[in-house]
């Protein structure tokens, strides 16, 4: 059974920095895909950042040049650094691990709240 425990969600103020993190109990690059999505109350969630087994890397817009997605191998522990954080940056964020085998493997992390408001 594959856990995920994300933290360092909270509240900051608009321009402020935070560092999620996701631990997980199994080898993160050992799957094809880990990436950080959010949800917005009321709306979809949404790919933020993602990490290729190629170290290709994805930024949705809206974060490129703001939010940084990395890996340490020795912690199994998947980060997220958010730096001049905005008030739509405000979501649950959650870590995933994605393995694209037969049958695919999918796993979430329980989420962490991320508010932005003065």
């Known amino acids: 059974q594959v856990q995920l425990v994300e933290s360092g969600g909270g509240l900051v103020q608009p321009g402020g920095s935070l560092r999620l993190s996701c631990a997980a109990s199994?080898?993160?690059?050992?799957?094809?895909?880990v990436a950080w999505y959010r949800q917005a109350p009321g709306k979809q969630r949404e790919l933020v950042a993602r990490i290729k087994t190629n170290a290709d890397t994805y930024y949705k817009d809206s974060v490129k040049g703001r939010f940084t997605i990395s890996g340490d191998n020795a912690k199994n522990t998947l980060y997220l650094q958010m730096n001049s954080l905005k008030p739509e940056d405000t979501a649950v964020y959650y870590c995933?691990?994605?393995?694209?085998?037969?049958?695919?493997?999918?796993?979430w992390g329980q989420g962490t709240q991320v508010t932005v408001s003065p």
């Open positions: 995933n691990l994605f393995k694209d085998t037969t049958p695919r493997l999918s796993y």
């Open positions: 199994v080898d993160i690059f050992s799957f094809n895909n």
